[in-house]
């Protein structure tokens, strides 16, 4: 029984690993689920077995299987193999590292594919020469791990791109795994690995998604709707880019509100994008400019503001002169109240 994949990569960085992916010799995985004590789901059509962990964590059983890919870009066809095998199939050298555990419960790092070197290193390596051609979407999930860990391409995965741009077209996993570059800690980031690895032509220019990188640096919550709605207005066809990364409605209605004159209150992502794509729309009268006109600070400053947002809710304003005659207008009949 072995600890693969991601887990093991994140844990040699010093990371902690999300989800575990254990790899069972064949035939064992049920029993093996059994024996754990937790509670799982068994997929009998794969033999694999899902466990919830006591932290809420899953840890995935699967067999130990080869791999081969009859269609590029379609999906591979396993048949049972060894721990070595299973390793052997995989996208990067830093994904092939394994830790094995012995039925005496001794620990080995398992490393057949030069990964510890290359995690050393940091630069991603493919296993062979023709990894991108048997699944073109290592490319994506590449730029994702690449900007999420730093790590950097190595020349063999440079040589690769080419290819699974030629089969992008083809590859719904391709798509898919863009979808997942929107749900990454920076999207802009792996957008812009792509871009400089020649594959720029997958996605819109990211020069919006890499504002929005700057802002989540920075502390500002961004939700992954608020990138989907950035690209979709970098798109020539936003339309379709929504339909290709099977996007849904929502970012194309962020979008649309963000565009809008309505009024939103800061920090939301309708006034984050309004702010990067329409620098010029005016952001709204703030207490200091109600103090500035003379309103004495307290309760009604509160009034005058909560009049203004009234005013803006309704699409009554729509500048900041607009505002500020407003806000005198209901200055003068207050004071003429009191
Ligand atoms: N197209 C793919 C997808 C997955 N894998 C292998 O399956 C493992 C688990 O896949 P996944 O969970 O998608 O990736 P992780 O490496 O765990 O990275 P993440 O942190 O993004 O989950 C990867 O490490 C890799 O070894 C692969 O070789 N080729
Ligand atoms: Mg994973």
């Given at each position: 029984m072995a600890l693969v994949g991601g887990a093991v990569r994140d844990a040699l960085l010093g990371h902690t690993p999300l989800d575990l992916d254990v790899v069972v010799p064949g035939g064992q995985v049920e029993a093996l689920a059994r024996a754990s004590g937790r509670p799982f789901v068994f997929h009998p059509a794969f033999g694999n077995a899902t466990l919830t962990l006591p932290d809420g964590r899953t840890a995935d059983l699967v067999q130990a299987r080869r791999e081969h890919y009859p269609v590029p870009g379609g999906n591979p066809v396993p048949a049972p193999g060894t721990l070595d095998d299973d390793l052997r199939r995989r996208d990067f050298s830093v994904?092939?590292?394994?830790?094995?555990?012995?039925?005496?419960?001794?620990?080995?790092?398992?490393?057949?594919?030069?990964?510890?070197?290359?995690?050393?290193?940091?630069?991603?390596?493919?296993?062979?020469?023709?990894?991108?051609?048997?699944?073109?979407?290592?490319?994506?999930?590449?730029?994702?791990?690449?900007?999420?860990?730093?790590?950097?391409?190595?020349?063999?995965?440079?040589?690769?791109?080419?290819?699974?741009?030629?089969?992008?077209?083809?590859?719904?996993?391709?798509?898919?795994?863009?979808?997942?570059?929107?749900?990454?800690?920076?999207?802009?980031?792996?957008?812009?690995?792509?871009?400089?690895?020649?594959?720029?032509?997958?996605?819109?220019?990211?020069?919006?998604?890499?504002?929005?990188?700057?802002?989540?640096?920075?502390?500002?919550?961004?939700p992954d709707t608020a990138y989907a709605a950035a690209l979709l207005h970098a798109a020539p066809d936003p339309a379709a880019l929504a339909r290709l990364l099977t996007l849904g409605e929502r970012p194309g209605a962020l979008l649309a509100r963000a565009l809008s004159d309505t009024f939103f209150p800061p920090g939301t992502p309708e006034r984050t994008l309004r702010a990067l794509l329409r620098p010029d729309a005016y952001a709204g009268l703030t207490g200091k400019d109600v103090l500035a006109l003379g309103v004495p600070p307290g309760r009604a400053v509160g009034a005058a503001l909560a009049h203004l947002a009234a005013l803006r809710r309704a699409g009554h304003l729509r500048s900041p002169d607009e505002e500020r005659a407003a806000l005198k207008a209901f200055v003068a009949t207050e004071g003429r109240q009191d």
């Open positions: 994904n092939a590292l394994a830790l094995q555990v012995s039925p005496s419960g001794e620990v080995t790092l398992r490393d057949t594919t030069g990964g510890l070197n290359d995690l050393e290193a940091r630069v991603l390596r493919p296993l062979h020469g023709r990894s991108f051609e048997d699944d073109p979407s290592r490319l994506v999930r590449a730029a994702r791990v690449g900007a999420r860990l730093e790590l950097r391409a190595h020349p063999e995965l440079l040589a690769q791109v080419p290819a699974a741009l030629a089969l992008a077209p083809q590859t719904p996993r391709l798509w898919a795994e863009l979808k997942l570059l929107l749900q990454e800690p920076r999207p802009g980031q792996a957008a812009a690995q792509l871009a400089d690895w020649g594959a720029g032509g997958l996605l819109p220019d990211p020069a919006l998604l890499l504002a929005l990188d700057r802002l989540r640096d920075e502390g500002q919550i961004i």
